[in-house]
């Protein structure tokens, strides 16, 4: 029953890796993000994949009080037109500061968490690689023991001096 639902798992993680590549092969594909990616600020991201994933992650988190703050602009803009037009400029003043605070405490906020999430990420692929790899797990020893199947080319790197 075990082996089945290995196997299972095995073939629905091979389903949605080929979902997500033919989904990333679409994307690729795209004429604007052809376009995007041979710009020069296409090919810096493509270099540096840890700063793309942090202004991916600040832009979506930022999106919020952004959207605040334009609502507030438009709120004191219709409340000019009744004839309150220092407290527009006052209001405009304080919201402009408090949203540099917050897009600047985002922005630290989203380079945390994109780290964590590509930490997590190399975690969770390494352990799935590990656990789903299609290597025997064990072999059995002249003794009748159990040992990890390991190859001498395994140990070739380890003890170089």
Aim: hydrophobic fraction near 50%; proline fraction near 4%; charged fraction near 10%.
């Amino acid at each position: 029953m075990a082996k089945e639902e290995l196997r299972t798992i095995s073939r629905n993680l091979q389903e949605l890796q080929k979902k997500l590549s033919l989904l990333i092969d679409s994307f690729q594909n795209n004429s604007k993000v052809v376009a995007f990616m041979k710009s020069p600020v296409g090919q810096y991201l493509d270099r540096h994949p840890f700063l793309a994933f942090t202004l991916i992650v600040f832009i979506v988190m930022s999106a919020v009080p952004v959207g605040f703050f334009l609502l507030i602009v438009m709120l004191t803009s219709l409340a000019a037109l009744l004839g309150v037009i220092i407290l527009e400029g006052l209001v405009i003043a304080v919201g402009g500061l408090s949203l540099l605070c917050i897009l600047c405490g985002l922005g630290f906020v989203s380079l945390v968490m994109s780290g964590m999430m590509i930490a997590s990420y190399v975690v969770v692929s390494s352990l799935i690689n590990y656990w789903f790899s299609p290597r025997p797990l064990t072999q059995q020893n002249t003794n009748g023991d159990f040992l990890p199947a390991m190859k001498s080319a395994d140990f070739e790197g380890l003890y170089q001096e």
